[in-house]
């Protein structure tokens, strides 16, 4: 099957001569790391072989509770923050109709998120939302003990056992955590919730292919085991050393580009879907490379739509920008101009076009405009939405982040700066255990 395709001509430019010759040396051996479990942060290396390792009992049980929430349920929230949302929710909103909530005759529970905030009135305006609703909850935390999904998951819990009585919201409340730690363990098996596990050797950024997406993706009504199949292709791939390999060429680039300057990497789509894909990319490569005072800043933006607000900078301000789009190349559906016989709006000359036709010239005419104006433009070309190219998608984003974090020379499998708030927060907050941090930070106000 064909799957997603990578070009970087349109970034030659900016670079040196045989610039994937002269760094093929390092990636390969980024990539030998990587699967030999010789580099940095070698204890997180379990989303290697994910794909592989997921059996058919695993996938028919997470295929079976999601049925058990599909008949149950209308609506099903997933708690989760980070990592333990990001991957299901870029799956499911790629996947979606684009007005999904408003779809009447549905085959699949809506499927929303909590627990990725600490927005008082998006828990409030969430709990009037489901009250008298028949819902179902996937509490999602991998430490266990994350304050933001803690709070939601409390919140929820209690509305639905007071809606739904305490032996049926039992069955609608799914757990998925550490398999023996944390505070999110400890209730599920008091409560005798089902649970699933996130491996310990798998970080949460890198666990879209465990239980923690599968399972939201599942409820959703989408096909995980071509999601899995899709990523499997791409580890095949992926795992060759050469010069031909994708994942190290997007590798070698973004490290070649950042040395350069090109210290902002921005993802671009023409496709609203993709939004979410972003920001789960976002997470991936920030958590796993902004460390140690270096790291590229990964950004995205949203096109057309950015081109009416961030275009003027992105064309004309500091050039310290490197672009890589995510193409779709054919569109789900057909839609084609209609004629106008007054042609008030100068739009006949697109007359019978389909709207995907001006989208994509609208993305070469962007993509020859940023390359004149200074930057450089890498581009990820996916045949068409479907949950194959997704699995793709990911595993080629996550393997290419482990490869290009090792040739930066971090350990992009940690994430020691993520801490730093939540020490701040708790001992705001007066936390038990926290006596000394809040003396000390009472000061500083
Ligand atoms: O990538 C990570 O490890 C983090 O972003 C986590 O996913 C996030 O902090 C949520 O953590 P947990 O799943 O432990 O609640």
Same mark, same amino acid.
């Given at each position: 099957?064909?799957?997603?395709?990578?070009?970087?001509?349109?970034?030659?430019?900016?670079?040196?001569?045989?610039?994937?010759?002269?760094?093929?040396?390092?990636?390969?051996?980024?990539?030998?790391?990587?699967? $030999?479990?010789?580099?940095?942060?070698?204890?997180?290396?379990?989303?290697?072989? *994910?794909?592989?390792?997921?059996?058919?009992?695993?996938?028919?049980?997470?295929?079976?509770?999601?049925?058990?929430?599909? $008949?149950?349920?209308? @609506?099903?929230?997933?708690?989760?923050?980070?990592?333990?949302?990001?991957?299901?929710?870029?799956?499911?909103?790629?996947? $979606?109709?684009?007005?999904?909530?408003?779809?009447?005759?549905?085959?699949?529970?809506?499927?929303?998120?909590?627990?990725?905030? @600490?927005?008082?009135?998006?828990?409030?305006? *969430?709990?009037? *939302?489901?009250?008298?609703?028949?819902?179902?909850?996937?509490?999602?935390?991998?430490?266990? &003990?994350? &304050?933001?999904?803690?709070?939601?998951?409390?919140?929820?819990? &209690?509305?639905?056992?007071?809606?739904?009585?305490?032996?049926?919201?039992?069955?609608?409340?799914?757990?998925?955590? =550490?398999?023996?730690?944390?505070?999110?363990?400890?209730?599920?098996?008091?409560?005798?919730?089902?649970?699933?596990?996130?491996?310990?050797?798998?970080?949460?950024?890198?666990?879209?292919? &465990?239980?923690?997406?599968?399972?939201?993706?599942?409820?959703?009504?989408?096909?995980?085991?071509?999601?899995?199949?899709?990523?499997?292709?791409?580890?095949?791939?992926?795992?060759?050393?050469?010069? =031909?390999?994708?994942?190290?060429?997007?590798?070698?680039?973004?490290?070649?580009?950042?040395?350069?300057?090109?210290?902002?990497?921005?993802?671009?789509?023409?496709?609203?879907?993709?939004?979410? @894909?972003?920001?789960?990319?976002?997470?991936?490569?920030?958590?796993?490379?902004?460390?140690?005072?270096?790291?590229?800043?990964?950004?995205?933006? =949203?096109?057309?739509?950015?081109?009416?607000?961030?275009?003027?900078?992105?064309?004309?301000?500091?050039?310290?920008?490197?672009?890589?789009?995510?193409?779709?190349?054919?569109?789900?559906?057909?839609?084609?101009?209609?004629?106008?016989?007054?042609?008030?709006?100068?739009?006949?000359?697109?007359?019978?076009?389909?709207?995907?036709?001006?989208?994509?010239?609208?993305?070469?005419?962007?993509?020859?405009?940023?390359?004149?104006?200074?930057?450089?433009?890498?581009?990820?070309?996916?045949?068409?939405?479907?949950?194959?190219?997704?699995?793709?998608?990911?595993?080629?984003?996550?393997?290419?982040?482990?490869?290009?974090?090792? @040739?930066?020379?971090?350990?992009?499998? $940690?994430?020691?700066?993520?801490?730093?708030?939540?020490?701040?927060?708790?001992?705001? *907050?007066?936390?038990?255990?926290?006596?000394?941090?809040?003396?000390?930070?009472?000061?500083?106000?």
């Amino acid at each position: 099957m064909n799957g997603i395709s990578f070009k970087f001509d349109k970034a030659l430019n900016f670079l040196s001569d045989n610039v994937l010759e002269n760094n093929f040396s390092i990636a390969s051996i980024a990539l030998s790391d990587l699967l $030999n479990g010789k580099g940095k942060g070698n204890d997180f290396l379990g989303w290697v072989n *994910l794909p592989n390792d997921i059996d058919n009992y695993l996938l028919d049980s997470i295929e079976e509770s999601a049925r058990v929430l599909r $008949n149950n349920c209308d @609506i099903v929230v997933v708690i989760g923050i980070g990592g333990s949302y990001l991957g299901a929710k870029a799956v499911i909103e790629a996947l $979606n109709n684009s007005f999904d909530l408003l779809q009447k005759d549905r085959k699949n529970p809506i499927v929303l998120f909590a627990g990725q905030n @600490i927005g008082e009135d998006y828990l409030f305006e *969430l709990q009037e *939302l489901l009250k008298d609703k028949k819902f179902g909850i996937i509490s999602i935390s991998k430490s266990g &003990t994350t &304050t933001e999904p803690a709070i939601a998951f409390r919140l929820l819990k &209690t509305q639905l056992e007071n809606q739904a009585g305490k032996e049926v919201a039992k069955k609608l409340i799914i757990c998925i955590t =550490d398999k023996e730690k944390g505070a999110l363990r400890i209730l599920a098996d008091k409560e005798g919730f089902t649970t699933y596990v996130i491996p310990d050797n798998v970080g949460g950024r890198f666990s879209v292919l &465990t239980p923690v997406g599968l399972l939201p993706i599942a409820v959703a009504g989408y096909d995980i085991r071509a999601l899995v199949n899709g990523a499997i292709d791409m580890k095949n791939k992926a795992i060759v050393p050469s010069t =031909d390999n994708i994942a190290i060429q997007y590798a070698i680039i973004r490290n070649e580009l950042y040395k350069t300057g090109k210290k902002i990497e921005l993802l671009v789509n023409f496709n609203p879907k993709l939004h979410y @894909i972003a920001e789960w990319w976002k997470q991936l490569y920030g958590e796993s490379e902004g460390k140690d005072g270096k790291g590229i800043f990964p950004a995205a933006v =949203d096109f057309t739509t950015d081109l009416h607000s961030m275009g003027q900078y992105i064309q004309d301000g500091e050039r310290h920008l490197f672009e890589t789009v995510i193409t779709v190349e054919k569109s789900t559906h057909s839609l084609l101009i209609p004629h106008d016989k007054d042609n008030l709006d100068g739009l006949n000359f697109l007359a019978g076009k389909n709207i995907d036709n001006v989208n994509k010239m609208a993305e070469l005419g962007t993509c020859i405009a940023h390359v004149d104006g200074g930057v450089p433009n890498l581009k990820i070309v996916l045949p068409e939405l479907s949950e194959y190219n997704l699995g793709q998608l990911l595993y080629f984003f996550e393997i290419a982040c482990g490869i290009s974090g090792y @040739i930066l020379g971090v350990n992009p499998f $940690n994430q020691p700066g993520v801490e730093a708030y939540k020490k701040n927060m708790f001992a705001l *907050l007066d936390k038990p255990g926290y006596e000394e941090e809040s003396k000390l930070i009472k000061n500083k106000l």
